[in-house]
């Protein structure tokens, strides 16, 4: 019989990259059981599966679904998406520091005394194997620059090679903070990324509250006049309220915004909800612009009696605010974002099972509100059938689904399953970044057919 081995390819690159993961020399007809045991920040999270090595003695992850354990699909990744917290462990799954690679101990081992029972023998023999996997965020040559310049406080991240670079500006949600994992994975991708803070970052408000819209049009003029973006423009990619104001900024400052990309967003201003300011309360303002709020659909609404940002249960378990805000139909159309004012390429990424909030109904409402104006650049959905809120970057775990806002400490859910979550992770990140660069070709390759005919 062969030497019981694990193998792991690749075992260094970067966190989006899909591995193969296989096990060989098992006693045919065993049960194998693989467990990975990740260090994040606040400690281990792990997963592990049993699976029933084929007449070869192989287990080949990508290919075999396991009889045990948590997850239940052939997928070499399963074993990262499914890890869920170890005893102790705090905080979230989500990668704060760029500079430290992700560092993850694969271990096989047969399962003593089993095998195919209609043949003589002892049995699989107790033997083990184990492999370390590094993901890393910030690859070779990716160059890292913190940005505070004209008030703005962010992380640029360039790609390794000569630009110039499809650019995009990478906003957090009602979490606030700086999304540099995010914008580390996009730069390796050729895309050069700036992560912005708006809220929660060093020098910025703590809360949502009343956040002007003219931080945003200065960061947008500094990435065209500094970063020299490829097709003379930004993209703006935000995640959830980040959603919502990619949307809002296309459509205040078009022609500012190349394309956006909008993560689980929202169709209208709404106000501060979870990330608010105590003193202004749920049903403040979250944007100003000149000063002045932006009407938002909890202003005074007609037909909202309640609200979910309290930990209070709902009146009965179909009422959803978001469904009732719409009632009040002229607030509503006040304070819908007015995306026909944006010409720009559009991809919007949402979950049907979204639980926090209805980014497939948002969605759907902005692009077909493009089609009926007559929007002629790209339009693309990415409607996620079991996935929720929790659209994140490709392999982290996606097992917490039940969370508590960073902000309000208000207990909600994201909703979708893991495994939804998962596919949705990885698949938007691959299709988006598609697009960023489609998005910023197609304007180089414009801008350079105009300068031709003006040199004719």
Known sequence: MSTFRLSVTPPIGPLWERRSIVVRGALPGSLVTVRAVTARDGGDWAAQATFLADRDGLVDL???APVSGDYRVADAMGLFWSQRREPGTTGSAEPADVERPILTMLTAWSEPGTGHLDVPGAGAPSTTDTVQVTQWLRGDGVERTEIRADGLVGTLFRPAHEGPHPTVIVLNGSGGGINEARAAQYASRGIQALALGYFRAPGLPDHISRTPLEYFERALRFASSTLDPKGGLPLVSG??????????????????????????????????????????????????????????????????????????PPPTRHRDVYVDGLHDRELARASRIPIERFRGAVACVSGLDDRAWPSSMASRIVLDTLERHGHTAERLHLDYEEAGHGIALPHLPSTDIERVHPVSGVHYSNGGTPRGNAVAGADSFERVCAFIHRTADAAAAADADHSHEEGR
């Open 62 to 64: 990508a290919a075999r």
């Open 239 to 312: 995640q959830s309220r980040g959603g919502e104001l990619s949307l809002l900024l296309a459509a205040t400052y078009p022609e500012l915004v190349l394309g956006v990309a909008p993560f689980v967003p929202g169709a209208f201003t709404f106000g501060a909800q979870g990330a608010a300011d105590p003193a202004e309360g749920w049903n403040g303002p979250t944007w100003t612009r000149g000063g002045e709020p932006l009407e938002h659909l909890w202003h005074d609404n007609a037909g909202v009696t309640w609200q979910p940002w309290n930990d209070e």
